[in-house]
């Protein structure tokens, strides 16, 4: 499919929905999970039971975090992240889904309303018992201070970054809006998502399947391109300006 015609759809599409995932942000510096530099090949992985039940999983976790933390807050959009904020800009976003914690959509000039953010922010923490946030500069500030798992200061509740992790449960709100976004979009704009990890990767079928167009803009063929109106291979930095017509 040439970037031409995909160009042409998202031109005449009115509500376009973006799903976003690890591959859109290693332009910026940070590696995806399963990457061979990735926090997975590096760290073992602390899962949610694990932190809710042991005191050693969660000075583990914190440890990973504060190791991870001055990268992420690094971290600076690149001209994927720019593209959306163009279709945002033209009318033409209805939302931006995504499965990164970086925040960088956010960063890039995205209001936070128009950002649904499927596996939470690793730019806060937060009480699992009050639901009360602080920054991660501050979580991470108070571990580097001697408080190796860190307990919410209003509550005395377990304090955990606010990412979702295995075995814990997305926020069923921004799911099912997730959802009904999918639901009525014209046009899904799925970039650098590998669309294995379930259930954000059954949102751009539920787009198709309700009639949208959907194009997957990604470096490694995914489970999902047989059912996609178009595949486009590239760096998304160079491609995903051409698909919206801004320059990279």
């Not at 005449?12 to 995932?21: E, P």
Request: charged share 20%; net charge negative.
């Amino acid at each position: 499919m040439d970037l031409q015609t995909v160009q042409a759809w998202v031109t005449g599409a009115q509500r376009i929905v973006g799903f976003t995932g690890a591959g859109i942000s290693t332009e910026s510096g940070i590696p995806d999970f399963r990457s061979p530099g990735g926090v997975w090949a590096r760290n073992r992985m602390v899962d949610f039971e694990e932190f809710l039940t042991s005191e050693e999983g969660r000075v583990e976790y914190w440890r990973q975090k504060v190791e991870a933390w001055p990268a992420m807050r690094a971290a600076r959009p690149n001209a994927g992240h720019a593209a959306f904020v163009r279709l945002h800009s033209l009318g033409k976003l209805s939302v931006l889904i995504t499965q990164n914690i970086d925040g960088l959509h956010q960063t890039s000039g995205l209001p936070r309303q128009a950002v649904l953010e499927l596996h939470g922010t690793t730019t806060e923490a937060a009480c699992l018992s009050c639901g009360d946030r602080i920054t991660s500069d501050e979580a991470c500030e108070r571990v580097e201070a001697g408080e190796r798992a860190p307990r919410c200061l209003k509550c005395g509740g377990f304090l955990k970054p606010a990412t979702i992790s295995f075995g814990q449960p997305l926020s069923s709100a921004v799911l099912r809006r997730a959802q009904s976004e999918a639901e009525s979009c014209d046009l899904l704009l799925a970039v650098g998502s590998s669309l294995v990890v379930e259930p954000a990767a059954s949102i751009p079928r539920v787009a198709k399947y309700n009639g949208a167009r959907l194009v997957i803009v990604n470096r490694e063929p995914t489970p999902v391109d047989e059912i996609a109106d178009a595949v486009v291979r590239g760096e998304i930095g160079d491609v995903l300006p051409a698909i919206v017509g801004q320059e990279s």
